[in-house]
């Protein structure tokens, strides 16, 4: 991949939890992570910083604990935030927005797993 061009882009993706629970969240994220990391064929180099904001009714643990886990990833700065509160909105959502060097020609694929393929219909298989 070195003398490949790359471009930096932002990776947006969506799941739910079935509870707020710490074995929840902890699931939810790694699924989210790895479609996320699969979808775009990433190696934890690529990835420059990931953000995951969630609903208010997910306070049992941290997001970017589960992602501080994974191997190699000791060098992608993680942050959590609480999503903004708007009446109707998808209960129990995390959502993710992951800053990753991608091959110019390469596509961002965007995964919206479980209810969250709601929020994105057209990104909710695999694009």
């Not at 707020?20 to 990433?42: D, F, K, P």
């Amino acid at each position: 991949m070195n003398d490949v061009p790359l471009r930096l882009v932002g990776l947006r993706g969506a799941t739910t939890c079935a509870a707020n629970t710490t074995a929840e969240i902890r699931q939810a994220v790694g699924e989210l992570i790895n479609a996320l990391v699969s979808r775009n064929r990433l190696n934890p180099s690529q990835i420059v910083s990931v953000t995951f904001s969630v609903t208010a009714d997910l306070d049992a643990c941290f997001p970017a604990a589960e992602a501080r886990q994974r191997e190699g990833w000791d060098s992608v700065a993680l942050l959590d935030c609480q999503q903004m509160a708007v009446q109707g909105d998808l209960s129990r959502c995390i959502r993710v927005l992951a800053h990753a060097w991608l091959p110019q020609e390469q596509s961002p694929q965007h995964p919206y797993l479980g209810d969250a393929s709601r929020l994105r219909p057209d990104r909710s298989g695999h694009n």
